[in-house]
C-alpha cells in the first residue's frame, strides 16, 4: 500500500477509531491492521513477495482489509468492477494472471477464487491472523506496481492501468493542504469503490487517520440520512444534484459539513450555487484529472464567499504538476488558445498493462496527455473545451459539445446538458442537446434556441432538443453518451423532444 507506515502509526495510536464503515458494518483502525496484516500473509503463501490479488467486492465490508492487505509491501491489486458482465470479468482475469480472485459473485478462474464474507474466505484468513502488522505493512519501493486500474468497461474490454507507489504518495502528501482533510475528519464516499475517486477517497482518509464511510450503492436518501457526523462528502456531480433534490424534500442543517470534494465532470453554476445552499459551511473542491494523469487541476470555492473567476475554468494545477497546452506540432500555446492539455510531474501513472492503442495515453519526454483539449487563461486557471475525438464538424465549422453544454447549463431550469453530433445528409452532422433539470420538459426548443444564442455563434447552437428524466449512468456517475445516442436515433420515450 503507498501508506503503509501510516496505518502503522494508527494501528498504535488510534486503534479504537473508526477507519471503515460500510451499511452497520463498522472497523477500527486495530482491526483492520490485523486482518490486512494476515490477508498479507495469506497472499505471501501463495504468491511470493509480489502477489496479485484480483479484487471484485464491490463497497462491501471486506473491501478496506483485502485492499490494504493486498498492497502491502510490494504487492499488487487489480479491482474489478462488480458491474461487468461476468465473460468481462473472466476475460479481465485471464489477461491478469492473478495469485488468488476474492469476490462476492460466481465466477471462474485459473486462479483459486474465495467468496468475501464466506466460510472459506473466513478460514483462510484465520489461519492467517497471528501475522505481525509491523512486518506485514511494511511499505514497498516506491516505485513498485501496487494497483492496477481500469478505463470504463461499459463496452469492449477495458483498458488496464497501473500505479506506482511512489505516484500516490506524491499526492497523497498534499491532502492537508489542498483538500484540508486530517485525522479529525469522516469522509462519506457513496460511489463505487472500483472508481478513481472512491478508491482515492478510502486511501486518502487511511493515511491521515480519519474515518471513512460508503454505501453497496447510491441513494439519495441513504445519503442524507448518513450524514450525521461527516465532515467530507466526496461525490460526482450528478449524486450532488440528486443529494440537492433530496434536500430540497427533506430540509435539515448540516453544519459539521465542512468539505465537498467533486470531479467527474465539472459543476454547473446551478450546482454549485444549490450545493453551497444546502452546505453554507463547506469549502466545495472540484478537481480534473484523469485515470492514467492522475490530479492535473484543483479549483477551491471556500465556504461564505463569492465565486472567484470564470465559472467555466477547472482551477489551477495541483502541486506538483506543470500544464501546458500543445498544438498539432507539439508546439507550446499562449494563453488563450485552445490545444492538446500536456502534463508533466510524479503523478502520472506508469502505463498500460493491456488496451494501449498509441492515442489515448501519449508521452512526449516527461509530458504525458489522453487527448484532452483546453486552454490556459492569464492567471494560470485551465479551461476545459473537450476531447479531442468528442469534437464535432457541422456544416464545416469544429464545435466542441463542452461550450455548448456550459451555455445551456446557464439557462434557468436547467441542470444538466449532454450535446451530441448526430449523422444530417447536408450539414454532416447535426447538433442535438439532452437537457434535464426542473424546467426543463417545460422548455420550447424556440426559448432554448433564443436563449443560447445570446451566448452562442449560430453554428453552435443546436438544432434539435430533448428533455430526459433520468440519465443514463455508469456506476460511477458519469452519463452515458453513447447511450443517448442510441436513444434519439431510435426515437426512445425516456426522451421527450421539446416542442417548438
Not at 489477461?95 to 474465495?114: C, G, N, S
Not at 486530517?182 to 464516499?189: F, I, K, N, R, V
Not at 453554428?459 to 434539435?464: C, G, L, N
Amino acid at each position: 500500500m503507498p501508506l503503509g507506515e501510516r496505518l502503522l502509526t494508527w494501528w498504535r495510536r488510534r486503534a479504537d477509531v473508526d477507519a471503515f464503515r460500510v451499511g452497520e458494518f463498522r472497523l477500527g483502525y486495530g482491526e483492520l491492521a490485523e486482518r490486512a496484516a494476515a490477508v498479507a500473509a495469506g497472499l505471501r503463501a501463495i504468491g511470493g513477495d509480489r502477489p496479485l490479488l484480483a479484487l471484485d467486492v464491490g463497497n462491501s465490508p471486506a473491501f478496506a482489509e483485502l485492499f490494504a492487505g493486498a498492497t502491502a509491501g510490494d504487492g499488487v491489486c487489480a479491482v474489478l468492477d462488480p458491474a461487468w458482465p461476468v465473460g468481462q470479468a473472466r476475460e479481465v482475469l485471464r489477461r491478469l494472471r492473478p495469485d488468488l480472485v476474492v469476490t462476492t459473485r460466481p465466477i471462474e478462474a485459473d486462479a483459486p477464487v474465495l467468496v468475501a464474507g464466506g466460510p472459506e474466505y473466513a478460514d483462510w484468513l484465520a489461519a492467517h491472523r497471528d501475522a505481525d502488522p509491523g512486518r506485514e505493512l511494511a511499505p514497498g519501493a516506491a516505485a513498485s506496481t501496487f494497483l492496477i486500474g481500469f478505463t470504463s468497461g461499459t463496452s469492449g474490454l477495458p483498458k488496464a492501468f497501473s500505479r506506482s507507489r511512489g505516484s500516490w504518495r506524491a499526492s497523497l502528501a498534499h491532502g492537508p493542504g489542498v483538500f484540508g482533510v486530517g485525522p479529525a475528519d469522516h469522509t462519506l464516499a457513496p460511489g463505487p469503490l472500483s472508481h478513481g475517486l472512491g478508491l482515492y477517497a478510502l486511501v486518502e482518509a487511511l493515511h491521515e487517520g480519519a474515518t471513512f464511510t460508503t454505501s453497496p450503492k447510491f441513494d439519495a436518501g441513504g445519503v442524507r440520512a448518513a450524514l450525521g457526523g461527516v465532515t467530507r462528502l466526496v461525490v460526482v456531480p450528478t449524486m450532488l444534484r440528486g443529494l440537492n433534490a433530496e434536500l430540497a424534500a427533506h430540509p435539515g442543517r448540516h453544519p459539521g459539513l465542512t468539505a465537498i470534494v467533486s470531479s467527474g465532470a465539472k459543476l454547473d453554476p446551478a450546482t454549485l450555487e444549490r450545493t453551497r445552499a444546502s452546505f453554507p459551511r463547506a469549502d466545495v473542491h472540484e478537481y480534473y484529472g484523469a485515470s492514467e494523469l492522475s490530479f492535473v487541476s484543483v479549483r477551491r470555492t471556500p465556504a461564505g464567499a463569492e465565486p472567484d473567476g470564470d465559472p467555466d475554468s477547472v482551477g489551477t494545477p495541483f502541486p506538483g504538476v506543470d500544464v501546458e497546452v500543445r498544438g498539432p506540432a507539439g508546439d507550446r500555446l499562449p494563453a488563450g488558445t485552445p490545444g492538446a492539455i500536456h502534463v508533466r510531474g510524479p503523478l502520472v501513472s506508469s502505463g498500460y498493462v493491456w488496451g494501449d492503442d498509441g492515442t489515448a495515453f501519449r508521452t512526449d519526454g516527461e509530458w504525458s496527455t489522453v487527448g484532452d483539449h483546453g486552454w490556459l487563461d492569464e492567471a494560470g486557471e485551465l479551461h476545459l473545451v473537450g476531447r479531442a475525438g468528442a469534437m464535432v464538424i457541422t456544416g464545416g465549422h469544429n464545435v466542441h459539445p463542452s461550450e455548448v453544454e456550459s451555455a445551456l447549463r446557464r439557462l434557468a431550469g436547467v441542470d444538466e446538458a449532454v450535446v451530441l453530433g448526430r449523422p444530417d445528409d447536408y450539414l454532416g452532422s447535426v447538433l442535438v442537446a439532452v437537457v434535464s433539470g426542473p424546467g426543463a420538459a417545460g422548455l420550447t426548443r424556440s426559448a432554448v434556441l433564443r436563449r443560447c444564442a445570446a451566448h452562442l455563434p449560430r453554428h453552435e447552437v443546436p438544432r434539435r432538443v430533448y428533455a430526459v428524466r433520468d440519465w443514463p449512468l455508469t456506476r460511477s456517475g458519469k452519463i452515458v453518451r453513447a447511450r443517448l445516442e442510441e436513444w434519439i436515433d431510435d426515437g426512445d420515450s425516456r426522451l421527450t423532444e421539446l416542442p417548438a
